[in-house]
């Protein structure tokens, strides 16, 4: 079965870091481009970061650019977040999300349960 | 960067209605605009990709349409199970951006 399982979500203080990882199965991890996905509570979706299969070309939402690091493994089929100076507004719950081409569109066609991170004194 | 705007932000409607929704952009991003379906509580799902295109699975009473700046998703008869938030995506170029989404109750 195609899935993605995240992991990783606490409560941190502001200022504070966490990593979140994303275990992918049932499919060629390494032929797929990756992203992370954000939903604060009662919010919309806001995407945040991109990584390409090779892992070479990556990008950053402007508002984590400098603070969110996006890597993968694909020998161990996983994606990471590595976050760093941790602020309220990051608050949400993060998913990873597959990316596929589809008759030359691009879409997210899987997408994990979602990971809470919680940013709080 | 390429804002997207969705309307309308909520809507109510009965059983076996037509229901559309719609996304702008801000420039134009030809096919390049996936909708989603976000269930409560539950991870969202790919609705329609390409603008237009039914993902595999997707009832057929879904459907997408539109190229450049102007998109619509429409729910040609409107089931119970349809309760849920939409989202349009921009996937034309980076940073990939979401619409407000559109909240759809009966």
């Known amino acids: 079965e195609v899935q993605l399982v995240e992991s990783g979500g606490n409560l941190v203080q502001p200022g504070g870091s966490l990593r979140l990882s994303c275990a992918a199965t049932?499919?060629?991890?390494?032929?797929?481009?990756m992203h992370w996905v954000r939903q604060a509570p009662g919010t919309g979706l806001e995407w945040v970061s991109y990584?390409?299969?090779?892992?070479?070309?990556?990008y950053y939402a402007d508002s984590v650019k400098g603070r969110l690091t996006i890597s993968r493994d694909n020998a161990k089929k996983s994606l990471s977040l590595q976050m760093n100076s941790l602020r309220d507004e990051d608050t949400a719950v993060y998913y990873c999300?597959?990316?596929?081409?589809?008759?030359?569109?691009?879409?997210?066609?899987?997408w994990g349960q979602g990971t809470m991170v919680t940013v709080s004194s | 960067d390429i804002q997207v705007t969705q309307s309308p932000s909520s809507l109510s409607a009965s059983v076996g209605d037509r229901v559309t929704i719609s996304c702008r952009a801000s420039?134009?991003?030809?096919?390049?605009l996936s909708w989603y379906q976000q269930r409560p509580g539950q991870v969202p799902t790919l609705l329609i990709y390409?603008?237009?295109i039914l993902q595999s699975g997707v009832p057929s009473r879904f459907s997408g349409s539109g190229s450049g700046t102007a998109f619509t998703l429409t729910i040609k008869s409107l089931q119970p199970d349809d309760v849920a938030t939409y989202y349009c995506?921009?996937?034309?170029?980076?940073?990939?951006?979401f619409g407000q989404g559109t909240k759809v109750e009966i």
């Open positions: 999300a597959r990316e596929i081409l589809l008759q030359d569109s691009n879409a997210f066609d899987i």
């Open positions: 049932g499919f060629t991890f390494s032929s797929y481009h």
């Open positions: 990584i390409s299969g090779s892992g070479r070309t990556i």
């Open positions: 420039q134009g991003i030809s096919n390049g």
């Open positions: 390409g603008a237009s």
């Open positions: 995506l921009q996937d034309y170029t980076t940073p990939w951006t």
